[in-house]
C-alpha cells in the first residue's frame, strides 16, 4: 500500500470513544473493522450508531464487526480505544491484526501507556498516542452519545520510522482523520501533551466518583470548584518538574473551558459505577511516581487517588 492510497482501519475496543472515531472514519469511505467482545451481537444485528451533538443521528447499518481476531483482516491502522487496564491482554490480539508494519494508536488517558504496552509488541509496529477530546459515552451496546468536541491529535512513541520519516507519517494519519470530520493535529511532544491533559483528567475523573457529582455541579460550588484549581496546580508543577512547560494560566483556561461544557459525566464515574476496574495506574500511579521521581510530592493528588483505590477495592468485594 502507498503512502497516499487509504489504509484498512481497525478498532480495537468499540466503546464510546472507539465507536465513535470508527463510526465517523466509515462515514467518510474508510474500510474499518471493529473487533468486539460482548457488544458483538448487538452491533452485527442493529449495527453502529452515534448521537452527535451537531449532526444528529448517525447511523452504520452495516458494520465489519469481528468477534475473534483470528478472522479479522490485517489492518494498517489499529485505533485503540479499550482501557488501558487490558492493554496486557490486548497486546497478542494487536499483534495478530497488524498488517507488517501497521501503526497502533492508543486512544487512551494517562502517563507512561505506551511505555507499558511496548515491549509487548512486536519491534516492527509503529506505536502512536492518540490523545482525544471528547465529551461521549456508551448509552448501550453499539450506540454512543457524543455532547461535544472529538478532536483527537497525535503523536509518535517509538517505532521503526527514523526521525524524518515519522512526521510524515503522523501527518498522513491526522489528513486521514481530517477528511472524516475529525479535528487532528501533530503533537511536537507526546509525553508534554499526556501531561497537559492530565490537568483536567486527574481533578475531575477522581472528584466526580468521590462527590458523585458531573461537571457543572462541581463548578457552580465554590469548594468543590476551589478544590479541583488546587488539584489543577499539583499537577501543572508536577509538570514543570519533570520538564514539561505547560501554557500559562492552564488551570484557570481549564475552569473557564469546563464552565462553557455541556454538564458531563467523566469515564471514570461511569467505571466506579458500573463496577469496572477504573484506570487508576495510568491517571494516578504513574504521575504520581514521576512526580516523586522528580522531587515533588502532590499530597491532594495522593490523597484522591488513596481514596479512589479504597473504594474500588471495596466495590469489588
Not at 458483538?40 to 448521537?51: D, M, P
Not at 482523520?177 to 493535529?185: F, Q, T, Y
Not at 496546580?233 to 500559562?248: H, I, K, R
Request: glycine share 8%.
Amino acid at each position: 500500500m502507498s503512502e497516499s492510497a487509504r489504509p484498512r482501519i481497525g478498532i480495537i475496543g468499540t466503546g464510546a470513544i472507539g465507536g465513535y472515531y470508527g463510526l465517523m472514519l466509515a462515514r467518510a469511505g474508510f474500510e474499518v473493522h471493529f473487533l468486539l467482545r460482548s457488544e458483538y451481537a448487538a452491533v452485527a444485528r442493529e449495527g453502529l450508531r452515534v448521537r452527535h451533538a451537531q449532526l444528529g443521528e448517525l447511523h452504520l447499518p452495516k458494520v465489519n464487526a469481528w468477534q475473534d481476531a483470528a478472522a479479522m483482516p490485517v489492518c494498517d491502522w489499529l485505533l485503540v480505544g479499550a482501557k488501558t487496564t487490558s492493554n496486557g491482554e490486548l497486546a497478542p490480539l494487536i499483534a495478530q491484526v497488524a498488517a507488517p508494519g501497521a501503526k497502533v494508536v492508543l486512544l487512551q488517558n494517562g502517563l507512561g501507556v505506551e511505555d507499558a504496552l511496548r515491549p509487548l509488541l512486536p519491534d516492527s509496529l509503529h506505536l502512536l498516542g492518540g490523545l482525544c477530546f471528547i465529551c461521549a459515552h456508551r448509552e448501550a451496546p453499539g450506540v454512543v452519545v457524543h455532547q461535544s468536541q472529538g478532536v483527537c491529535n497525535l503523536g509518535y512513541h517509538s517505532g521503526p520510522a527514523l526521525a524524518g520519516e515519522r512526521l510524515a507519517l503522523l501527518e498522513q494519519g491526522v489528513a486521514w482523520l481530517r477528511e472524516a470530520g475529525i479535528e487532528s493535529s501533530v503533537l511536537a511532544d507526546l509525553n508534554q501533551a499526556r501531561w497537559q491533559k492530565l490537568v483536567w483528567n486527574i481533578p475531575y475523573n477522581g472528584v466526580s466518583v468521590l462527590l458523585g457529582s458531573s461537571t457543572r455541579p462541581l463548578m457552580a460550588n465554590a469548594d468543590s470548584r476551589a478544590l479541583l484549581q488546587s488539584l489543577m496546580q499539583e499537577v501543572v508543577d508536577a509538570s514543570l518538574a519533570c520538564g514539561y512547560t505547560l501554557p500559562d494560566n492552564y488551570p484557570q483556561k481549564l475552569l473557564a473551558y469546563t464552565d462553557r461544557m455541556p454538564d458531563y459525566l467523566p469515564s471514570m464515574y461511569h467505571d466506579f459505577a458500573q463496577q469496572r476496574p477504573a484506570e487508576l495506574p495510568a491517571l494516578y500511579a504513574a504521575p504520581l511516581a514521576a512526580a516523586t521521581a522528580a522531587g515533588v510530592e502532590m499530597p491532594r493528588v495522593r490523597m484522591l487517588y488513596q481514596a479512589l483505590s479504597f473504594l474500588q477495592a471495596a466495590g469489588r468485594r
